[in-house]
Structures are given as C-alpha cells and as structure tokens.
C-alpha cells in the first residue's frame, strides 16, 4: 500500500444513529446507559422532516435521529437497515481542505462543504460515503461556540442521567461484505492515510462453526481506530454473515466505549438491565492457565461474564452487550484499558462460542 499524508483527524465529533423512533431511543440510552440528553432539532426548532436527538456521557456523544417524512434519508436507512449506525463524524481543523483532498484522493463526496450559521457561530461540515450507506462527516468547530450546532436547542430535561463512567469511543468496527475487507483497509490507507495497526487471520478467530477476518486502520494519535471485518468460511454461518443478511449489506457492527473501571461499569448496566453476551463457564475455569496476574478477582469477572486479555503493553477488560435492536446488528463492547492496545485477540474464539450460543437459539447457525 502507497503510504499517503495522513489527513489531520482530531477524533471522533459525534456518532449518529438513524433509529425508527428517536424519542424511544433516547430514552433507553438514557437510563440504559447513562447518556444525558443535552440538544434536540425537529420542527420546533425550523427542522421540518426530522428529529434529532444529542446525548452525552463525558467525550461520547451520540446523535439519534428519526425522519419525520417517508422519504427522509433517515426513514430509508432504517426501513432496510433497520436501527443502526449511520455516521460517525470527526472533528477537524480546515473542512474545506480536507473534503477536497478526501475526494482527490478517491473518496465518494456526498456533501460540499456548508456552513450553518446562528447567534452562536458558524459551524462548517461536509461528508463523505464510507463502507454500505455510513458516511463520515467533517466538522470544524472552531469558529462554533454553541451546545452542538445550528437548529439545536438545549434540552432542559427535569431527569438526569445517571452516569455509568463511560469516557470515550475505543474503536468503532465496521463489518463488510465477504472478500471486501482488503478493499476498505486500502481505502482508508488511500483516503485517510490510516495504517494498519495489527491483523488476526480466520485461524486466530474461528470456532468450529464461524469465522472472521480482521484488520484494525487507525489514525497516528490513536484517536481514530476501525477495526474492519469480514466473514471467513466456517463449518456453519458466519455471525459476520449473519449481520450482513440482517443488515442489507455492510456497516457498523460494534462501537466500543472505554470505561476507567469496568466491574463498577458493568455492575450498574446489569442493574438496569442491560443484557450481556453469556461468556461460557468454561472460559473461566481455561482463564488461569492463560493468565497469570489477573487484572481482577477471578470470581468477580465470572459472576460479571467480563473477558480479559494481554499483550506485551498490558491487560485489557472487556465485554460486549447483546444487540441493542430486534435485529442482531449493532452492539456496544466496554472496555478498559490496563496498558494494553489489544481488540481481544485472545478472547475472540471464547467471545464466539458465546455469540454462537445466541445464535442459535434464533436458529442462524
Ligand atoms: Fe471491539
């Protein structure tokens, strides 16, 4: 691959989720999760074929958005999509630079670049199609000193979130279609200037029944990471596979949120009644021989279903919620980070053989 300059990313802005109602949805991030609602955008704020809703736990902020009209980009999107992510924008510096040299580079425009104007600024964006219908937009807030953005109002809401010690987006991971994966890794290395930070091959992470591929693109600072995945041949259905046919096609299948103290994290979730992946006894009972200096009491990361790994830098948490819709696509994974820069490598087979469990109980393996 041709190394190019990399484009000059801050990070991830927000991310926005199309979802089928927007009202609902915020609520069950909300006291799901732990997300404050902060903004709103819909017809009592001059926006007539749309809401939008922003919700924040300290650097993430979640966009959800729902098309008031039928033929709304959002309503379209969830109709063959169903809910799920749409955009996940960065932050940058000089929009009208970037977009230019994203497009040069091969990218596909799908908006110019604009500006949006109100008493509190102006807030330039432009965007760009990446893998399936998410897009990535660009957003310069330097000359912006509002709460999100032009047509927003601040919501005063009497409930407050209670927060989960949810930080910042880890990595957010795209899954493609069979075969496609090397084309997306060559793309954001061609688009973005990303490089590739570590591969796992089909025989790293398959099981008996169900396989994937994998390659992680980041940004130098480490702020921007994709891990991109597709399905490899398994003796039965890949759970990548499985997305993809829910799906309609290619898109975001997990993002993951770091936390400083997952057992405080997941405790709380699991009160309110988050649902999470059942790792299976027996990865507990294998977890000592793998590991030694457990980053946590044995019994408590069994009674919580959490994973751990290791690399050379340190350990890593981790554990993945079920699907956060009626159709098996998008999941959330929390992670916390004890020096570690692994995705969980050493967990992916255990994490399968979890995944396959649910699977077949919907009768997709
Ligand atoms: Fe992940």
Same mark, same amino acid.
């Given at each position: 691959?041709?190394?190019?300059?990399?484009l000059? =990313?801050?990070?991830?802005?927000? $991310?926005?989720?199309?979802?089928?109602?927007?009202?609902?949805?915020?609520?069950?991030?909300?006291?799901?999760? @732990?997300?404050?609602? *902060?903004?709103y955008?819909?017809?009592e704020t001059?926006? !007539?074929d749309?809401?939008?809703?922003?919700l924040?736990?300290?650097? =993430?902020?979640?966009l959800?958005?729902?098309?008031?009209?039928?033929?709304?980009?959002?309503?379209?999107?969830?109709?063959?999509? @169903?809910?799920?992510?749409?955009?996940?924008?960065?932050? *940058?510096?000089?929009?009208?630079?970037?977009?230019?040299?994203?497009?040069k580079?091969?990218?596909? @425009?799908?908006?110019?670049p604009?500006v949006?104007?109100?008493?509190?600024?102006?807030?330039?964006?432009?965007?760009? /199609?990446?893998?399936?219908?998410?897009?990535?937009?660009?957003?310069?807030? /330097?000359?912006? !000193?509002?709460?999100?953005?032009?047509?927003?109002?601040? =919501?005063?809401?009497?409930?407050?979130?209670?927060?989960?010690?949810?930080?910042? $987006?880890?990595?957010v991971?795209?899954?493609?279609?069979?075969?496609?994966?090397?084309y997306?890794?060559?793309?954001?290395?061609?688009?973005?200037?990303?490089?590739?930070?570590? /591969?796992?091959?089909?025989?790293?992470?398959?099981?008996?029944?169900?396989?994937?591929?994998? !390659?992680v693109?980041r940004?130098? /600072?480490?702020?921007v990471?994709?891990? =991109?995945?597709?399905?490899?041949?398994?003796?039965?259905?890949?759970?990548?596979?499985?997305?993809?046919?829910?799906?309609? @096609?290619?898109?975001v299948?997990?993002l993951?949120i770091?936390t400083?103290?997952? $057992?405080?994290?997941?405790?709380k979730?699991?009160?309110?009644?988050?649902?999470?992946?059942?790792?299976?006894?027996?990865?507990?009972?294998e977890l000592p021989k793998?590991?030694?200096?457990?980053?946590? !009491?044995?019994?408590?990361?069994?009674?919580?279903?959490?994973?751990?790994?290791?690399?050379?830098?340190?350990?890593?948490?981790?554990?993945?919620?079920?699907?956060?819709?009626?159709?098996?696509?998008l999941?959330?994974?929390?992670?916390?980070?004890?020096?570690?820069?692994?995705?969980?490598?050493g967990?992916?087979?255990?994490?399968f053989q979890?995944?396959?469990?649910?699977?077949?109980k919907?009768?997709?393996?």
């Amino acid at each position: 691959m041709q190394q190019v300059e990399q484009l000059p =990313i801050e990070g991830i802005d927000y $991310v926005e989720l199309y979802v089928g109602n927007a009202k609902q949805a915020a609520f069950f991030y909300q006291n799901a999760f @732990g997300f404050q609602p *902060v903004a709103y955008s819909g017809p009592e704020t001059g926006v !007539k074929d749309k809401v939008s809703y922003l919700l924040q736990q300290s650097d =993430i902020r979640l966009l959800l958005t729902t098309g008031l009209v039928p033929d709304h980009p959002a309503s379209r999107f969830v109709q063959t999509h @169903g809910d799920g992510v749409a955009d996940i924008a960065m932050r *940058v510096q000089n929009v009208d630079w970037l977009y230019k040299e994203a497009v040069k580079r091969g990218a596909k @425009g799908i908006m110019e670049p604009r500006v949006l104007k109100d008493e509190h600024g102006a807030l330039k964006g432009a965007a760009i /199609s990446a893998y399936g219908d998410t897009v990535h937009t660009f957003i310069e807030r /330097s000359q912006y !000193k509002g709460t999100f953005a032009p047509h927003f109002k601040a =919501i005063e809401s009497k409930m407050k979130a209670e927060p989960v010690g949810l930080r910042r $987006v880890d990595h957010v991971v795209a899954n493609v279609e069979e075969g496609k994966m090397d084309y997306w890794v060559e793309w954001y290395g061609r688009v973005f200037g990303f490089t590739q930070l570590v /591969s796992f091959d089909d025989r790293d992470i398959s099981t008996e029944y169900s396989a994937l591929k994998s !390659k992680v693109m980041r940004n130098v /600072s480490g702020t921007v990471k994709f891990p =991109i995945n597709e399905p490899a041949r398994g003796k039965k259905k890949s759970q990548i596979q499985e997305y993809l046919e829910f799906f309609k @096609g290619a898109g975001v299948q997990h993002l993951a949120i770091s936390t400083d103290d997952l $057992v405080s994290t997941v405790t709380k979730l699991q009160s309110r009644g988050v649902e999470f992946l059942l790792t299976p006894d027996s990865y507990y009972d294998e977890l000592p021989k793998r590991m030694k200096d457990l980053p946590e !009491k044995l019994e408590t990361l069994r009674q919580l279903r959490i994973l751990v790994d290791k690399d050379d830098k340190g350990s890593m948490l981790q554990i993945f919620t079920k699907p956060l819709q009626d159709r098996p696509t998008l999941f959330f994974e929390l992670i916390q980070r004890k020096g570690s820069e692994s995705f969980g490598k050493g967990n992916f087979k255990a994490l399968f053989q979890a995944i396959e469990l649910e699977q077949e109980k919907r009768g997709n393996l």
